[in-house]
Structure formats: structure tokens, C-alpha cells
């Protein structure tokens, strides 16, 4: 877990410096800074969701999921929790965006393909050079995010961690089953929910994306059925 370990590090290291200019940053380029990091979320979203080659199980997989997260309302479980992290912090300045920083963050750093196939990798090589690389995107990445979202960002480290560290240990424990049909489709539907959440981002249209994440889970499933 080397790579999810450095990751983190990046993270905070990034907000720190975020935290640090946050101030000096006018609402102009807080929220210019925002928009970029939007379109940026969303050119990578298409790029990941073009590498799916069979969309009857994207589609399924997306319902299924869809259907399972909204019963059991994610969103609101997340968003829960990042008021109650929130109150924590109830005399920081900025504090109304904290829930926005959290979940905003945390969806974009794990549910991205470096996540899924970088900690994939080191389960089952022992190599962290994707995670590494990953780690130098989203240290630059926390920066513009603290500096526009505020403290929230630095709590993202916490589900990365997690998630990232889960998926590490399983890949070591079913590495002969992994095959690349299921990264690449694991792939695409992140791919669908960034594209998501980057109109979330942009202010084009809030989208539930958390309970759609069960999905990523779903396609799985079904990939690994069809054979």
C-alpha cells in the first residue's frame, strides 16, 4: 500500500498549500479555478468512458447500481457525514462548502481509472508507479480544490485511503482472476459517473453521483457472470 500511502501525503500536502492561499484567492479565481477543474473532470470522464466495449452492461450496470444506491441513499449517508465532520470545524471560515469539498474530492480521486488500476497494480505486481503518478496529479489538484472548497478537501485522504487500500489488498487476494475486460469496463463506468460529476462541478446539474457508485461494483459482477 506504498502507492495509497504516498497519495495521501500528496493530498494533504496539497491542501496545506491550499489552505495557505485560500485567502489571497479573490471569489473570481475561486470560481474560475472551479470551472477548470470541471472541464478537466469532464474531458477525463470521456476519455475513460470510451473504453467500454459492451454497453448493454454498462447500462445494467448503471441501473442495478442506480437502484441499490438510491434505496440506499449514499448520497444523503455522505453527505451525513460530511456535516458531521463539518461541525468539527463550525468556527472555520468557508465552513458552508465543507461537504462540497469532501464529497467532491473523494468522488474524483477514487473513482478515477488511476485509482481502480493503479491499486490493481500494486496488489498484483508489488509496483506503485501508477499510484505514484496519480499522487503528483491530485497533490496539484488539492490545491486548487482547498484553495476554492476549503478544509473539506483534506478529509478526502480518509475514503481514498480506504478505498484505495481495499481494492490493493483484494487484487493481491484474486489476482489470477482479474482480467482486463473488467478493468476496462470498471473503467468506463468511472469514467460515466466523473462525466457526472463534473456537471455537478461546472453547476450544469446536481446529479446524485454517490448513489451511483454501487455500479462500480456491478460491472464486476456482471463481467465476470458473462464469461
Excluded at 70 to 77: F, G, L
Excluded at 109 to 133: D, F, K, Q, R, T
Excluded at 195 to 212: C, F, M, P, Q
Aim: net charge positive; with cysteine; hydrophobic share 55%.
Amino acid at each position: 500500500m506504498i502507492g495509497t500511502i504516498m497519495n495521501c501525503v500528496a493530498i494533504i500536502f496539497g491542501c496545506v498549500l491550499g489552505l495557505i492561499l485560500k485567502g489571497r484567492f479573490p471569489n473570481s479565481i475561486s470560481n474560475i479555478l472551479t470551472q477548470g477543474i470541471g472541464l478537466i473532470s469532464l474531458i477525463l470522464g470521456i476519455q475513460m468512458a470510451i473504453k467500454a466495449n459492451d454497453i448493454l452492461m454498462i447500462i445494467l450496470s448503471l441501473v442495478i447500481g442506480g437502484i441499490i444506491g438510491a434505496t440506499i441513499d449514499i448520497e444523503r449517508r455522505l453527505d451525513n457525514i460530511g456535516e458531521k465532520i463539518k461541525s468539527l470545524f463550525k468556527h472555520v471560515k468557508g465552513k458552508e462548502k465543507f461537504t462540497e469539498g469532501f464529497i467532491t474530492a473523494s468522488l474524483l480521486y477514487c473513482v478515477g481509472s488511476m485509482a481502480v488500476m493503479g491499486a490493481i497494480e500494486e496488489g498484483i505486481s508489488g509496483n506503485p508507479h501508477i499510484l505514484i503518478a496519480k499522487s503528483a496529479l491530485d497533490g496539484i489538484s488539492s490545491i486548487i480544490f482547498t484553495a476554492s472548497l476549503g478544509i473539506g478537501v483534506l478529509f478526502s485522504t480518509i475514503p481514498v485511503f480506504l478505498y484505495q487500500g481495499a481494492i490493493t489488498k483484494i487484487a493481491y487476494l484474486i489476482k489470477n482472476w482479474i482480467t482486463t475486460d473488467i478493468i476496462n469496463e470498471m473503467t468506463a463506468v468511472g469514467g460515466i459517473l466523473i462525466i457526472g460529476l463534473s456537471l455537478n462541478i461546472l453547476e450544469i446539474k446536481k446529479i446524485k453521483i454517490a448513489n451511483l457508485l454501487p455500479s462500480l461494483i456491478i460491472i464486476i459482477i456482471l463481467i465476470a457472470l458473462k464469461k
